[in-house]
Structures are given as C-alpha cells and as structure tokens.
C-alpha cells in the first residue's frame, strides 16, 4: 500500500519539471492524480504516457488544462477531478515562471506577468481548493511550491523572489485561517533543479548579459550547495509525497527547504 493510496491530488505545472515529477511520484504512491497544466497538448501528452503508471500504482489518472490566474478555469478543474475522483484530499499549487531582467530594466509588464502567476495563481488555487475541501467536510492538504528565492532576494529575478516571498506568507496565511476546518497548508523551496525551467533561465540571463556562456548561472548557484550538486526532481519529490501523506498531518504553515543545503535557514 503506498503511502498516499486514495488520496484525490492535484498538481499544477505538471506537464514537465518538478511538477511533473511530484504527480508521477504521487502515482507510484497509490493517489489518483490530475495533472494539470496550461500547456494543453504537453499536458494530455504527459498523462497519457502516465497510464500504465497509474494502473501499477493502484490509482487513477486524469489531466486539465488550467490557467491558474483564471478562476473559472481553476474551478472547472477542480469540478473535473471530483467528478473523476468523487473528493479532493491535497491540491498542490505548483505553476510557476520566471522572466530575468536586470533590476533597473523590470518592467510592469515583467512584474505582473511573474507576479499573477506565481503569486496570484497560488492564492487562486488555494482558495478554490478550500472551498471544495469545506464542502467535503473532511479536511485536506494544500501544498505549495516557494523557492530559495523565497527566503533572499536575487539580482536579475527581483519579481521572481518577490513572487516567491508572497508564496511563503500566502502559504502562513492559508495556513492559519484554514486549521479550523482541518486543512493544512505547507510548502517546499527547492534549490538549484536541472529542470527545463532552469535551461531557459539560463538562456534568458546570457540575453540580458548577466552570464557569458551556457551553464554559468548554474554552476555559480551549485558553488554554493553543501551537497555538492545541483538537484534534480526525484531529489524533490520524497518530501512532496511525505507532505501529501498522513505523516505530515501534524505540519502546516512551514515551508520545507530542498536545496541542497544552499540556504540555511
């Protein structure tokens, strides 16, 4: 039996990365799981060659297309993981970008593109997936993907961590107006994760001259990693499913580090 057999999750930004890796993981684990994303066709793509992973780990699966700042949007997919499932236990609020400028150059547009997304889109499907959990009556999880931009600011990604900063007290926040109806709600911050996200940050700071070559960035960030390495999403993916299972029942309004050792905090 895994340790999240049963359980109804949802996890956005999981058509690649660590998304993807933390519904994949959920999978293994025994959850039906929608794999959500705005990336339709990756998205479909994604679930489909999920399947007969689902059906090994004794669970369901399911995806949706969702623009997590669109609230109509979050709400149909929610009613479509119901409907496939018949509850919600955890939603995982996961969608994330990141556009480097350098700081004198952030533009409003830049800001709010950043900002709606990763902290705005957070709020939206936190508050979506409370009001489906109250109306269940039976609690639930709500987990959230900070950063290690989350607990200091870097150049280059001013409105990243800010957007970040938000996700650590949104998460505080939701965490204690929501105990009263036995949600919890937590967080993990990564660190350095050789993802596609990663790459294309990469590609976007050597454009706005902030790196000389491939790679730069993130050999500069892993200098600083105890562990001696940067991540990948199976690194990650042990504490998400941990903060999906019965045994962080007693845990909320923390954000969980997975960094390597990089930031301590």
């Not at 793509?45 to 689902?54: D, F, G, K, L, S």
């Amino acid at each position: 039996m895994g340790r999240v057999s049963g359980r109804s999750c949802i996890v956005t930004g999981a058509a690649q990365g660590i998304g993807r890796a933390i519904a994949e993981d959920l999978l293994d684990e025994g959850a039906d799981v929608c794999f959500a994303d705005v990336n339709a066709a990756k998205v479909a793509e994604v679930a489909e060659c999920n399947a007969a992973r689902a059906r090994a780990g004794g669970g369901r699966i399911t995806h949706s297309v969702v623009d997590v700042t669109n609230r109509e949007m979050v709400r149909a997919m929610i009613a479509h993981t119901v409907d496939r499932f018949g509850k919600l236990d955890v939603k995982f609020n996961n969608a994330g970008v990141n556009r480097p400028m350098n700081f004198l150059d952030v533009t409003e547009a830049n800001w709010h593109f950043i900002m709606d997304i990763n902290g705005l889109g957070c709020l939206i499907g936190m508050q979506e997936a409370a009001r489906q959990m109250i109306a269940q009556g039976s609690g639930g999880k709500i987990v959230n993907t900070a950063s290690i931009a989350s607990r200091q600011g870097f150049d280059n990604v001013a409105p990243y961590c800010a957007s970040k900063f938000a996700v650590v007290a949104l998460t505080q926040s939701g965490a204690r107006d929501l105990a009263k109806h036995d949600i919890t709600v937590t967080g993990f911050a990564p660190g350095v994760v050789a993802t596609e996200m990663w790459e294309q940050v990469d590609r976007d700071l050597m454009e706005i001259g902030a790196a000389d070559r491939p790679g730069q960035a993130m050999d500069e960030f892993s200098s600083e990693i105890l562990r001696g390495r940067v991540a990948t999403p199976a690194d990650i993916t042990g504490t998400t499913t941990f903060l999906a299972s019965a045994a962080s029942d007693y845990m909320t309004g923390q954000i969980v580090m997975i960094d390597g050792g990089m930031t301590l905090v």
